[in-house]
């Protein structure tokens, strides 16, 4: 690209490589960077919620991955199955996920695509800040950490039996781990804790001692390297800078605890009202709609980590209220819902 592009993003994730895809199927003319090149691994749970599917696929197709019919919760002894009460989850390798959407962005008629280049400042007509959860656009539309502060870490493995089509989430004391297949006979393994009780090898301890999952662990090998991420939770209150014609997306824009397991929905749910908001220059109705699915994913992380405080806590949960997290999933997750 020559001239002046009509749009610069500044982040190759999957907010970035959406938005890009979307725009240059719409004639606009996209600069893209990315400050990595692919693939690159990123901390993260790997479990795609089904309206991030649902986004996903009509954006551009689904990625070869696993698929997932819901979640299994442990916690002291209790477990519970809870299905998506519709569509299906999937999990995708952060390193495939992005690396497959970076390209199709690349591949887009329009959009221009530069990997291995932090953005150097010459921009289009609107700047969009896809940078991910540190942005530095921050400096301009600052963002506060939520808390309580959390620390996030994960990897993928050999070596844990019985792994089959849900998300597992185990509780314990200090946060949550999580398991789920990964495809190719891996499995995906993330744990997210109080910053306080944060240690590195937490997280390969907790496999092989929480009581819920030890018997299934049998020479866990790691297969990719152990990653971490903090602060997990942040709040912008604004995403539009309208004398710069600047406008945040996924994680800079704000994002729930994890533990939600919604950052990549909200982040792909949200690329259309992106896309529309910069091709009519209503930016106004972005910041808007995505405060408020922004603010509806934050709150529902809120209660899940007030329920989960302790183990204790979690299995009272699962035993005797277990009946409303269909309920709880339906108002998260049903088409539409993040919209507050
Ligand atoms: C431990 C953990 C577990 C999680 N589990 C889940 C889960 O199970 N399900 C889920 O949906 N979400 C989960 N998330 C959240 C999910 O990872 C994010 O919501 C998602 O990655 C947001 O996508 P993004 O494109 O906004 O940002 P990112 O994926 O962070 O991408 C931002 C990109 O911008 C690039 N970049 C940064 N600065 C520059 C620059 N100056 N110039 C050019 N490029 C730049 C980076 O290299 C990066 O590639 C988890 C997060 C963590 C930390």
Same mark, same amino acid.
Do not use: C, K, N, Q
């Given at each position: 690209m020559t001239s002046t592009p009509d749009v610069t993003i500044v982040g190759g994730g999957p907010a970035g490589s959406?938005?890009?895809i979307a725009l240059g199927r719409a004639g606009a003319r996209v600069a893209l960077y990315e400050k990595a090149t692919f693939p690159r691994l990123k901390p993260c749970g790997e479990g795609l919620l089904p309206h991030g599917v649902a986004a996903l696929e009509r954006l551009v197709g689904l990625p070869s991955a696993p698929r997932v019919r819901g979640l299994r919760f442990s916690a002291g002894g209790e477990t519970v199955d809870v299905d998506f009460p519709a569509g299906h989850g999937l999990v995708v390798r952060r390193d495939r996920l992005d690396t497959w959407l970076f390209?199709?962005?690349?591949?887009?008629?329009?959009?221009?695509v530069r990997t291995g280049t932090a953005f150097d400042g010459e921009r289009g007509r609107v700047l969009v800040g896809a940078d991910g959860a540190k942005s530095r656009f921050h400096r301009l539309l600052p963002a506060t950490p939520d808390r309580p502060r959390r620390v996030g870490l994960s990897t993928h493995v050999h070596g844990i039996a019985?792994?089959? $089509?849900?998300? +597992? &989430?185990?509780?314990? $004391?200090?946060? +949550? &781990?999580?398991?789920?297949?990964?495809?190719?006979?891996?499995?995906?393994?993330?744990?997210l804790f109080d910053y306080r009780h944060f240690r590195r090898d937490g997280l390969p301890h907790l496999l092989g001692t929480l009581p819920a999952l030890r018997d299934r662990v049998e020479r866990l090998e790691l297969t990719t390297p152990l990653l971490a991420s903090a602060p997990l939770g942040l709040r912008v209150p604004r995403v539009v800078d309208h004398a710069r014609q600047l406008l945040l997306v996924g994680d800079a824009a704000g994002c729930p605890d994890p533990i939600t397991g919604d950052g990549m929905a909200l982040a792909l749910s949200s690329t259309e009202l992106a896309a529309d908001a910069i091709l009519t220059g209503r930016l106004g109705d972005y910041q808007r709609q995505r405060l408020a699915r922004g603010r509806r994913a934050r709150r529902l992380g809120r209660l899940m980590l007030r329920l989960s405080r302790t183990e204790r806590r979690a299995a009272w949960f699962l035993r005797d209220l277990s009946g409303v997290i269909p309920k709880l999933l339906d108002v998260a997750l049903e088409p539409g819902s993040t919209a507050g």
């Open positions: 959406s938005l890009a390209t199709a962005a690349a591949e887009t008629p329009g959009v221009d019985g792994v089959e $089509d849900r998300v +597992e &989430v185990f509780f314990h $004391d200090h946060g +949550e &781990v999580y398991i789920a297949p990964a495809g190719g006979g891996e499995t995906l393994v993330a744990g």
